[in-house]
Each structure stands twice: as structure tokens, then as C-alpha cells.
């Protein structure tokens, strides 16, 4: 039985309980304890919480049919009630001694909500957002580094997008054209390549007057916060996308200490990255800046029954976005950088077969047809009607592109689903308002 796996219901019981960090060598039966990796001292802290709390990270016990394990994986949980828990299962009453000791080093390690981990946070972050350069962390892996190499790969989606365009006899977009939104998909360039370039088909790359391009991503690993702004300037092997920091400021006066809260997800981030990309191939030398802005999870508000409007936080980036355009003029194309459904063994989905898929296809019509009427209220509802349940990968950047941009009749471009080799899939769509 692989380590990692949970454990099944026939596996032995194994040894009385303990918590072991993964890795160590396997010890004689002897009371509960805490084994430490080599080199470690045990955390000696008195202001330890009783009940702490995770920061973003699942403990998940597993066992290997000698050990018991806990995996360390990591969304969102809560320790709570870990000693009295423990010690009902244990029967042993020096298990508050063992769970202080592991609360301590959890601690230690910044894996717990506490001030420490506030601490290291807080000077991270405030480090990161002195960078000005945000460096590439997809090339070598989801598209070359080398600039020609590169550039042939994207020369490539290029040409595969301007057939798909003439297959469907779509106009060429004029040498100056300026679409007032795209929606361009985030999914790995080796799978979406083709489809992120027909969208960026729809923007001329003549060298006329300047563009900004407000491109509202998908913020992965954005837990807590709706948004986060950046003033950095975006790498890219061929040559560096410049953000518009006066607008970004602007924006950051009117949201205040929220503005960069989250800013750290910007860091190791795809949805923008790959945007950024596309957009310095597309345009040349045509000059352009972007105002990078991640989109945290609706889902919150799915689960407690209410709607974006009644969210302060996130009508306030509405708001502000919408102001600094009116205020600062010039000519301004709005993105969503989003997947649509994510279904599958790989989503924790049975296999997918026809049934499923012909559903999967129905839900992402229904988003793109509100999408499409430049509707965010009815492209929201459509989602929440069944709670999100293809994993649509784009609910909040889609949403605030639409608000912010105030569209109408939307033109679908492209829509197919990429399959897995598990048979999960990932649905992708390129549309355009102009």
C-alpha cells in the first residue's frame, strides 16, 4: 500500500496512535510521542493557543499499515478541540502533553493562523511588494524560455487561431483594432494555446496610440481575500509587460490597506502570466501596459445564498476600477484570463460519460449566453443555479470584466473541451465584445 494513500478497510490496525513526522524511521510500540526531524528542538512556548488554527493546510492521518502518518496537504483548516479529541481515542491522559508538543512545532514550522505566522507573512509580503519586476514562473515548463524557440511555439498557436478564424468565416481584425473586452482562457499553453491566441486575434497589432489592458485573473491561491492588485511589471522571455502604476495607484488610494493584502498571489500565479504573454507576441511593437488584478473565490457567497452586489468589499474594487478609467481617460481593453467546467476522476468525479458531458456542455452554454448579453448579474446566477457544480474556474474575473466594462453583445470564438488522459476534462472558450 503506497503511504499516501488512505487507509482501506481491511488494512491492519497497525500500532497504538502517534503522531510521527513523515519520514522519520519507524519506532518500538512505546507511549505517544512526537518524533522530530534530525536536528530539531522541541518548541518551548507558554502563549501556545488551545484551540490553534491552521493557517491554509489539511492534516489527513493515513497509515502504512506500521505507522500512523499525518499528510500535509494544503487548503483552508481548523485544529479544533485536538486534545479532547485525541484523548477519547487514546484513553490516555498524557495526550495533552504530546498535542501541546505538536501544536508547538506546527507552530514553529508557520503552519498554524498565530502571530508568529503573521509575522513572517506580514514581512514577505511587504518584501515582495518592493520587487517592481514580477519574474516568470511558467517558462521551461508551460512554454520555452528561449526567446526563438518561444517564439516559434507562439507563431504557432498564432497560425493554428487565424485558421480556426477563416474556417469560420470571422473577419480579420483591423491593423488598429480595439476591442472594448476579451475573455481569453488560463489553462497550460501546450493545451490552450491555440484558443489564448484567438482571442488576442481580435486586437491590432499597429503601432498606434497606446492601450491599457486591464486583465482580471483567477487567483488560485487567493484564500481569504476577493482581490489583489500589483504595480509589478510582468517578465516575459520576450520582453518586459509594463504595468500602468499610475493607475494602479490611483486604485490602491481608493481601496486602501486592501489593495495589496493579497498581493503575494501574484507571485507563483498562471491566469496572468500566460495573458501577459500572449499580449507581448500579439502586439509587438504596438505600445501597451496592463493593470494586473487577481480575483478570489465566490464561493462563499454561493454557499451563504447572496450575490456579489451584496459584497462591500468587491463592489468597492468595482467601483474604484470604473472611476480611475473615467478619470484618467485613454483608450482601455478589459481581460478575463479564466477556464470554464473542471470535471472528472481528477476533480474527484466518477468517469465522465456521455450524459455528464452533454450537462458539463449545457452549464458552460448557459454562462456563455449570459456572458455573452454582457449581463454579470444573469453570468453569475447562471453558476450559482447549480452551486458551481462543474468548477468553473473564472466565476469572479469574468463577473468584474463585465461590471467594469459595461459590454453588450459578446462574440463566442472558440469553445472546446481539453481531455486528460485520466478522462477528466477542462472546458476553455475565447469571446469577444467589441
Known amino acids: 500500500m ?4 488512505p487507509p482501506s478497510p481491511s488494512s491492519p490496525a497497525g500500532r497504538p496512535a ?3 513526522v513523515p519520514g522519520a524511521d519507524p519506532e518500538p510500540d512505546e507511549a505517544p510521542r512526537i518524533v522530530l526531524p534530525p536536528g530539531v528542538q522541541r518548541a518551548a512556548d507558554d502563549d501556545l493557543p488551545e484551540y490553534p488554527k491552521l493557517r491554509p493546510l489539511i492534516l489527513m492521518p493515513v497509515s502504512d499499515g506500521e505507522r500512523e502518518l499525518l499528510l500535509v496537504t494544503d487548503p483552508l483548516g481548523v485544529i479544533a478541540g485536538l486534545t479532547a479529541l485525541l484523548m477519547r481515542e487514546s484513553k490516555d491522559l498524557r495526550m495533552a502533553s504530546v498535542v501541546r508538543d505538536f501544536v508547538a512545532e506546527l507552530d514553529r514550522l508557520l503552519m498554524l493562523d498565530s502571530p508568529r505566522f503573521a509575522a513572517a507573512y506580514r514581512e514577505l509580503r511587504e518584501s515582495y511588494h518592493r520587487l ?3 519574474p516568470a514562473v511558467c517558462e521551461t515548463r508551460s512554454y520555452p524560455a528561449e526567446p526563438a524557440e518561444l517564439r516559434r511555439f507562439l507563431d504557432g498557436h498564432a497560425a493554428a487561431a487565424e485558421a480556426w478564424r477563416a474556417e469560420a468565416g470571422e473577419p480579420a481584425a483591423a491593423g488598429d483594432a480595439r476591442p472594448r ?16 491566441a484567438r482571442a488576442y486575434l481580435e486586437l491590432g497589432s499597429e503601432p498606434r496610440e497606446p492601450l491599457r489592458i486591464v486583465v482580471f485573473g483567477t487567483g488560485h491561491s487567493l484564500i481569504d481575500d476577493l482581490y489583489a492588485l500589483t504595480r509589478k511589471h510582468f517578465e516575459t522571455p520576450l520582453g518586459k509587460v509594463a504595468c500602468d502604476t499610475a493607475f494602479d495607484d490611483a486604485l490602491a488610494a481608493r481601496l486602501g490597506d486592501e489593495a495589496y493584502h493579497g498581493e503575494l498571489a501574484h507571485r507563483d500565479e498562471h491566469s496572468i502570466e500566460f495573458q501577459a504573454l500572449y499580449l507581448r507576441h500579439r502586439l509587438g511593437e504596438r505600445p501597451f501596459t496592463i493593470v494586473p488584478i487577481l480575483c478570489g473565490g465566490f464561493h462563499a457567497l454561493l454557499d451563504a445564498g447572496r450575490t456579489p452586489r451584496e459584497e462591500p468589499a468587491f463592489e468597492a474594487l468595482i467601483a474604484a476600477v470604473r472611476e480611475v478609467e ?3 481617460g485613454g483608450p482601455t481593453v478589459y481581460v478575463a484570463g ?4 473542471h470535471v472528472g476522476p481528477r476533480f474527484g468525479d466518477p468517469a465522465i460519460d456521455e450524459r455528464m458531458r452533454g450537462e458539463i456542455v449545457a452549464r458552460d452554454q448557459a454562462a456563455l449566453d449570459a456572458a455573452r448579453g454582457g449581463d454579470a448579474d444573469a453570468w453569475f446566477e447562471a453558476i450559482a443555479a447549480h452551486q458551481d457544480a462543474t468548477r468553473i474556474c473564472g466565476l469572479a474575473p469574468v463577473y468584474a470584466m463585465l461590471r467594469c466594462a459595461a459590454v453588450r453583445d459578446g462574440r463566442l470564438l472558440r469553445y472546446q473541451p481539453s481531455d486528460e488522459p485520466d478522462g477528466s476534462t477542462v472546458t476553455i472558450a475565447a469571446m469577444v465584445w467589441a
Open 18 to 20: 502517534r503522531i510521527i
Open 2 to 5: 503506497n503511504p499516501t494513500d
Open 338 to 341: 479564466v477556464d470554464f467546467s
Open 181 to 196: 473586452a476579451l475573455l481569453a482562457p488560463h489553462l497550460d499553453p501546450r493545451r490552450a494555446g491555440a484558443a489564448i
Open 326 to 328: 473615467a478619470a484618467r
Open 132 to 134: 517592481e519586476i514580477r
